[in-house]
C-alpha cells in the first residue's frame, strides 16, 4: 500500500512561485511513476506533470498549460517528488494531487495513475 502526503501549497500573487512536495509512504518508489493532477472547483482533474523511467533516464511530461513555467523532479533516496511552480497565473488556483502508478510511462489519464494524496490547495491572487 502506497500512502501519499504532500505538502507546500497556499496563496501566493500571480507571477510568484511556489513549490510543492509529495513524500510516499510505501516501498520501491523508484519504481513507481509519479505525477501531479489538478482540480479547480466545477472542473474535472486535469494531468499537470509527470515523471518516470524510461532507458534513457528519467522521463518527463507536461502538460501544455504548465510547459516552461513548471518543473517536475524527484528524490529516490527521499521517497519524495516535487513541483516547482515559477510565473503562477490566476488560473493555476486548484487543489494539486499527487499521484503515484506502477512503473509504465507517464500518463495524462488521470484515471491510470493508483495512488493518490488528498491535495494541498494552491491559490493565486491577480
Known amino acids: 500500500q502506497v500512502q501519499l502526503e504532500e505538502s507546500g501549497g497556499g496563496l501566493v500573487q500571480a507571477g510568484g512561485s511556489l513549490r510543492l512536495s509529495c513524500t510516499s509512504s510505501?516501498?520501491?518508489?523508484?519504481?513507481?511513476?509519479m505525477g501531479w493532477c489538478r482540480q479547480a472547483p466545477g472542473q474535472e482533474r486535469e494531468f499537470t506533470a509527470g515523471?518516470?523511467?524510461?532507458?534513457?533516464?528519467?522521463?518527463?511530461d507536461y502538460s501544455e498549460s504548465v510547459k516552461g513555467r513548471f518543473t517536475i523532479s524527484r528524490d529516490n533516496a527521499k521517497n519524495t517528488v516535487y513541483l516547482q511552480m515559477n510565473s503562477l497565473k490566476p488560473v493555476d488556483t486548484a487543489v494539486y494531487h499527487c499521484?503515484?502508478?506502477?512503473?509504465?510511462?507517464?500518463?495524462?489519464?488521470?484515471?491510470?495513475?493508483?495512488?493518490w494524496g488528498q491535495g494541498p490547495q494552491v491559490t493565486v491572487s491577480s
Open positions: 510505501g516501498r520501491s518508489f523508484s519504481s513507481y511513476s
Open positions: 499521484a503515484a502508478k506502477w512503473r509504465g510511462s507517464t500518463d495524462r489519464r488521470a484515471s491510470q495513475y493508483n495512488y
Open positions: 515523471i518516470s523511467w524510461s532507458d534513457y533516464g528519467y522521463v518527463t
